[in-house]
């Protein structure tokens, strides 16, 4: 793919003209673009002017991935948690760079939900309370149900129930957004 054809794929998919973008960035794929294989995996994953298609989806990240782009283990990560794959979704979560906060948000997640995962007992928490301090919303909201529920090493009842309306107005402005989304002030 030359440069002038990758500029123009990133012009149409910005402006979201997805089938006038497939074609440069099929040719970009083929060419060894970890992007043009970053945004195939999108567009694949949601279906933007192609039919979904989940496998082909991974496919793409994978090289995309392979190729550099680091943003694509976020995608890779969460395709494995929606498939019921843990133990490969925390893998990938852990090797996630792009996407720190939300990073460790999903690896609580995937070790509460599947606790032979965690290393060491109390990981799924340390990651929570850590994701927690560095501002993921849905992370605070968790620790905030936790203090409230009474686990004493988050807190007391009370400091649960102000961080909880702390954190509300934002919760529920995001509430309809994307759930995978970084969650920062």
Known sequence: MTASNEEIAQQLYKQKRYKEALPLLEEGANAGSAWAHGVLGWMYWYGHAVRKDRD???????????????????????????????????????????????????????????????????????????????????AKRDVACRMMKGHKRFGTRRQGLFLWLGIYPDLFRLGLADLYDERLR
């Open 56 to 138: 082909r989806s991974l496919h793409h990240y994978q090289l995309a991935h392979d190729g550099g782009d680091d943003s694509a283990a976020h995608p890779l990560g969460l395709s494995h948690f929606e498939a019921g794959r843990p133990e490969l979704a925390l893998e990938w979560f852990r090797k996630d760079r792009h996407r720190p906060i939300s990073s460790l948000y999903w690896q609580y997640r995937t070790i509460e939900a599947h606790p032979h995962l965690a290393k060491h007992a109390g990981e799924a928490d340390d990651i929570l309370l850590e994701a927690a301090d560095s501002g993921h919303l849905f």
